[in-house]
Each structure stands twice: as C-alpha cells, then as structure tokens.
C-alpha cells in the first residue's frame, strides 16, 4: 500500500468529533466556498465537493442550504483559511488548517496550546519539507470500472498509484496534486463516477517515532486544538501506533 493510505489508515484520523462540531466546520467551508466561487453548486466545483462531503458526514440538507444562504447575507462572517505550524512536545512537527474571521484569536487560542504543552510555533512553510499536501477523492466504484485504467488516466495530475478500496462501503479512495483538484472533479463527474467526499490533506512525509507516553501527552495536545471551533484539521509526523 502506498504512504499515504498507510498513514491515514493507521492514524484512523478522527476528524472532528462529535455530530455539531463537524457540520460547523463544514460551514465554514461552504461559507469560503461561496465567497470564491458564489452560492450555485453547478457552477462552484469547490462547493460542490464540499456538499458531497456534507452528505457522507450526514449533514443535513436544510443545513446545507441555509449555510449557502448566510454566506450570500451582507451579515455573513468574511472567514479566511490560514495555517500554521510548529513543533510540539518531544520534537513532534505538527501543522493546523484553520478556517477563522479573526485570525487575531486563532492563533492566540493556537500558540497558547504549543505554550501550554512546551512547543513553539514556527513561520509559515517552516515545515513544508515535513509534509505533502494531497488532495482525496472518495467515490463509489463502479461494477465495470478498471482501476487501473483510471489510475493511469490520472498521472498527469499527480495521482498515486496506490488507492484505497473499503469494501464495505464499496468506495475507493484516491490521493492527488493539490492543483489538480478541479480538474480531478470534472474528470470524475464527467466519467459519472459518484464522488462521495473531496478535501485536503497532509501526509507526512518523515515519521518521527514516539513512546507510548509521549504518544498520550501529544494525543492530548491535538485533542484540545481540534476543540477549537476555528481548527479544520490537526496532523503531527508522529508515527502510528503498531496495531
């Protein structure tokens, strides 16, 4: 299996938490999505995979519509997407995507969490070299759809050659260049293929090892940043747990 199926599959990244702190997040998504690209799904690619991962996440329609529309309200929070990334305790690198209207706060809210558990944040792309950022396309796949074919269609747009197939859910998950997101979309919809989710992501790309203690004082620092209402997602270089 390739790196990154590897990593997210041995990580079993929580994403989230709990049912209200998720559709939140996703809201805030919609929100930047219709800011860029205005409130009509087929003419917004970014948007449209946005839904899509609203749906796999369960979230509710009528929350869907109504955060397209207050992101179309004169009212409406301006949210801007930042990063930022620092080492933690025992040496760990970790990297968060926030999604904030007072980036004042975030990072205030941020750096008091490195503080607390003995880290530092860095300058932005400080730890460029520790991670690869991919965009994941999930979608079912289809009875008559040769993998391999497809994969070879997609190397042009920086698609590895590993994928992820689950069975149960009968999705296949597939890893690519962040530039190619779009064009990965329109390839995929128009071979009628059912994307079910579609986001950003970040894979490490130099694992560090860790003690089962250190393991459980990191743990808790990623736990509270992803508390925060402004974090998207949290990912460290810590190397997964053996099963």
């Given at each position: 299996m390739g790196r990154a199926f590897e990593y997210r599959k041995a990580t079993k990244m929580k994403r989230w938490g709990h049912m209200a702190r998720t559709f939140t997040k996703i809201g805030k998504q919609i929100a930047i999505a219709v800011k860029a690209g205005g409130p009509d799904p087929e003419n917004n690619p970014h948007l449209r995979a946005i839904i899509q991962t609203?749906?796999?996440?369960?979230?509710?329609?009528a929350n869907v519509e109504r955060a397209i529309k207050n992101a179309m309200g004169?009212?409406?929070?301006?949210?801007?997407?930042?990063?930022?990334?620092?080492?933690?305790?025992?040496?760990?690198?970790?990297?968060?995507?926030?999604?904030?209207?007072n980036t004042t706060r975030t990072v205030a809210n941020v750096r008091a969490v490195f503080?607390?558990?003995?880290?530092?944040?860095?300058?932005?792309?400080?730890l460029s070299f520790l991670f690869d950022q991919k965009c994941v396309f999930t979608f079912k796949k289809q009875a008559d759809l040769d993998m391999d074919e497809l994969i070879?269609?997609?190397?042009?747009?920086?698609?590895?050659?590993?994928?992820?197939?689950?069975?149960?859910?009968n999705e296949v998950t597939i890893y690519g260049d962040p530039k190619s997101f779009s064009d990965l979309q329109k390839h995929l919809e128009a071979n009628g293929i059912e994307i079910t989710g579609a986001?950003?992501?970040?894979?490490?790309?130099?694992?560090?090892?860790?003690?089962?203690?250190?393991?459980?004082?990191i743990d808790k620092m990623v736990d509270i940043l992803e508390?925060?209402?402004?974090?998207?997602?949290?990912?460290t270089n810590m190397k997964p747990a053996e099963e």
């Open positions: 609203a749906k796999r996440e369960n979230m509710p329609n004169k009212d409406q929070k301006d949210f801007k997407e930042v990063t930022y990334e620092g080492y933690g305790p025992h040496g760990v690198a970790i990297f968060v995507d926030a999604a904030t209207d503080n607390k558990y003995g880290g530092n944040l860095g300058t932005q792309g400080s070879l269609e997609f190397i042009d747009y920086g698609v590895e050659e590993e994928y992820d197939f689950d069975e149960e859910t986001e950003f992501t970040r894979i490490p790309t130099d694992l560090k090892d860790v003690t089962p203690e250190q393991r459980e004082v508390d925060d209402d402004d974090v998207q997602n949290v990912y």
